[in-house]
């Protein structure tokens, strides 16, 4: 949850929510040694306000893309690029693209086309594209993420109740062979690029969840719109929430703010998961290790588990709860 929760009186990046940056997701498949899954989700179904959000899935004029840093410099090395076409049948496809190199870490819409043309899921029946050892899929789905935001609103007052059973999100699936994410530890995030100005100008980005919503403050644009290799500069911002959320010393909030930047997961799939410092599961209660660290062990639980609806093959996501149709309607 970059995102899903974007907070009181915090609005989606450049006014579209499906610009909106929710969770990164990166585990070994299932079954299959060889082979990882990374989940970028984005455009959530619904504010928290009880907005319903757009029924096109993807914006046609934006880049949506996960970096991988192979080094250990908080800078991409490789880049996969999701791009999706115009949809006047109220149907999208999408194309992806695998960039390396220097070209990894820029703004641009190229790179070297894996899949083309795979349409974009609106139903519950998963459409999946595989070409070159990858396997694709993006679209609607039941949104994994689980929390209590409202209770998070209400000076973190916790009741149980999950906002996200029954709310549905936007997921781009990749299963890629190991072997392209190199032979030790990677560093991942993602973020979502806005073309609608002619350049590309970022709107979202993130890796570990929450941390830009309850953390940066006045800072919170030029944090989005940053990347992992300069996110020294918020280290202070970082503290300071966490002085005050917290109760933590200066000394202390500094040391675990740095523990927190740069924004990036970190995945090594010869590893068991083990979040913060592994990958992250679906079923990973991310807000309760978050809580934690923000409360300095004041608050541990939201009391919410994760969905029943997970799928044991690819995407692994569960089927949306609304019908395309019915979101049209909506």
């Not at 911002?237 to 930047?261: D, I, K, N």
């Not at 990036?264 to 978050?290: A, E, H």
């Amino acid at each position: 949850m970059s995102h899903n929760f974007p907070g009181p009186n915090f609005g989606f990046p450049h006014g579209d929510a499906r610009l909106d940056f929710t969770d990164l997701f990166a585990f070994p498949k299932p079954g299959g040694a060889s082979k990882s899954i990374l989940i970028m989700d984005v455009h959530p179904s619904c504010g928290v306000d009880s907005k319903l959000t757009t029924a096109e899935p993807f914006a046609t004029e934006a880049l949506y893309e996960l970096k991988i840093d192979t080094n250990g410099d908080a800078v991409a090395d490789i880049a996969y690029r999701a791009r999706f076409s115009p949809s006047p049948s109220g149907k999208q496809t999408a194309t992806l693209r695998r960039v390396e190199g220097t070209e990894a870490a820029g703004t641009a819409d190229g790179g070297q086309v894996i899949i083309e043309g795979a349409p974009v899921s609106l139903d519950r029946e998963p459409q999946i594209a595989e070409a070159d050892g990858h396997r694709l899929f993006a679209g609607w789905r039941s949104d994994p993420f689980f929390f209590d935001p409202v209770g998070a609103i209400n000076n973190l007052q916790f009741t149980g109740a999950d906002f996200f059973a029954d709310k549905d999100v936007c997921s781009i699936v990749l299963e890629v062979p190991n072997s392209v994410l190199g032979n030790k530890e990677v560093g991942l995030w993602a973020r979502t690029l806005d073309g609608t100005s002619g350049g590309w100008d970022q709107a979202d980005r993130g890796a570990r969840p929450s941390q830009s919503v309850f953390l940066p403050g006045d800072e919170r644009d030029a944090y989005l719109a940053g990347a992992p290799a300069d996110d020294d500069r918020f280290i202070a911002v970082f503290a300071h929430s966490l002085e005050h959320a917290g109760g933590y010393s200066p000394e202390e909030a500094r040391r675990v703010a740095s523990t927190m930047l740069p924004d990036i997961l970190r995945f090594d799939p010869k590893r068991p998961v083990s979040y913060p410092n592994n990958g992250r599961l679906l079923t990973d209660d991310v807000s309760d290790y978050f809580l934690s660290v923000l409360t300095n062990g004041k608050v541990t639980t939201d009391k919410v588990g994760p969905h029943s609806d997970l799928l044991t093959e690819f995407p692994f996501l569960g089927p949306p709860h609304k019908t395309a149709a019915a979101r049209r309607a909506a």
